[in-house]
């Protein structure tokens, strides 16, 4: 922009108001600018308090302006938002949003707001009493009725010693649901308002000692995208986590820690009596040590190697179907790999028949495949034999994939 010959990169216009957390907003072009987006920032006037233009700049490698009489010549506040494959507006404040629903164009980034004609995705940040005001639930509403992407906030320490929702998004989940917004073309509907969803991510441990543990390599992310994509779809999510210290909470999504197998059927069986979908995407142990020492297994020369005798734990998956409150969707995950005794589609064909979920979606498992990767792939069983591909691509869209098809069931 600003006369510079298009790059063939997504072009994306980061604006930002003027928040305390527009500080992260350095963070979010980062991750932009880094995953191969041509980012022009747009700041208010005020956001420019909290973060000079100098490190916007230098950043993004562009110009930063605030109002409308700069560049005159090249008719920039028509032409930023014109020339964009998506606007990000991170933070968005209450004020922000307000003059974003009721069209008022007096500064640049406002102007480029009503330019637009790509996908325009707001990621809120204030204070719980402004975010649960009438008159911000009644600007989200008129944008989000208008097509416009409006993030559920997160929740936790907000200035000064206050705790609550209106918390911006982590970072990290602002460049990924960007990603997705580029990548679909489209804003996420807002199918699942109301609708009580569980989701399981991770992976469980198993202690053999108190150092040691048997594990898995699950990573969480597939199950945290799912959670992500429910709570922005409207979804009241609860996510029961098994060892995802390294991912940062999902905004508007309810955690539950665990660590064991049993841990995590007694946290999700508990969270699933009132719910309307439970997603198992964890990765669970299927055996547990019969015993666990007290006390380090030592190594010595002069001792026999230890024998472990292994407890099968409960299958959580097959018990949530046989519990099940009537109307309640039950999806299942399946990591397989193909032997001697059939294909990947053979095994989980045989998983879905024994499980009796309403949905099983099937990974093909190995070296650099779903486990601790950022992409994923599959396919997705119904329990009345249709199937359908889902194509490589982020968590996140595998999980638009998994919602779609949740959606579509409770339609029927």
Not at 276 to 286: I, R, S
Request: proline residues 6%; charged residues 20%.
């Amino acid at each position: 922009m600003s006369g510079a010959v298009p790059s063939g990169r997504p072009r994306v216009v980061l604006g930002v108001g003027g928040g305390i957390a527009a500080y992260k907003a350095c963070e979010v072009l980062r991750g932009l600018t880094e995953s191969g987006h041509e980012v022009r920032v747009v700041p208010t006037a005020s956001a420019l308090s909290f973060v000079g233009a100098a490190t916007f700049e230098a950043l993004s490698g562009q110009p930063v302006h605030t109002g409308v009489f700069t560049a005159v010549p090249e008719v920039q506040h028509v032409r930023v938002g014109k020339e964009a494959d998506l606007v990000v507006v991170a933070p968005a404040t209450a004020d922000l949003l307000a003059r974003a629903a009721h069209g008022l164009a007096d500064d640049l980034l406002t102007n480029t707001l009503l330019t637009a004609r790509c996908p325009i995705a707001f990621f809120p940040a204030m204070h719980t009493e402004m975010w649960e005001h009438p008159a911000t639930r009644d600007n989200v509403a008129l944008l989000r009725s208008r097509g416009i992407f409006v993030a559920e906030p997160a929740s936790g320490r907000l200035t000064g010693a206050d705790t609550g929702k209106g918390r911006l998004a982590d970072p990290r989940e602002i460049v990924d649901l960007a990603r997705v917004l580029l990548a679909t073309g489209t804003v996420p509907p807002r199918d699942l308002e109301g609708v009580r969803v569980v989701v399981s991510a991770g992976g469980t441990r198993e202690p053999l000692d108190p150092v040691r543990y048997l594990g898995n390599r699950s990573s969480g992310k597939q199950g945290y995208a799912l959670a992500r994509i429910a709570a922005q779809r409207g979804a009241e999510v609860t996510m029961v986590a098994a060892h995802t210290v390294a991912l940062p909470p999902p905004a508007g999504v309810h955690e539950v820690h665990v660590s064991t197998a049993r841990q995590l059927g007694e946290a999700v069986r508990s969270a699933a009596a009132g719910a309307d979908v439970v997603v198992m995407a964890a990765a669970v142990a299927d055996f547990r040590p019969a015993t666990t020492a007290e006390a380090k297994i030592k190594k010595s020369d002069d001792t026999p190697d230890p024998t472990i005798t292994l407890d099968r734990n409960p299958d959580i998956l097959a018990g949530l179907v046989r519990d099940r409150r009537p109307g309640q969707v039950v999806v299942g995950f399946a990591a397989e790999t193909g032997d001697a005794s059939g294909s990947v589609l053979d095994h989980a064909r045989a998983k879905l028949r024994r499980k009796g979920c309403d949905l099983l979606v099937v990974n093909a498992v190995g070296e650099g495949r779903a486990f601790e990767t950022e992409d994923n792939a599959g396919w997705l069983l119904r329990a009345d034999g249709a199937e359908r591909p889902i194509p490589l691509g982020s968590k996140s869209q595998l999980a638009i994939a998994v919602w779609d098809a949740v959606a579509e069931l409770r339609a029927r």
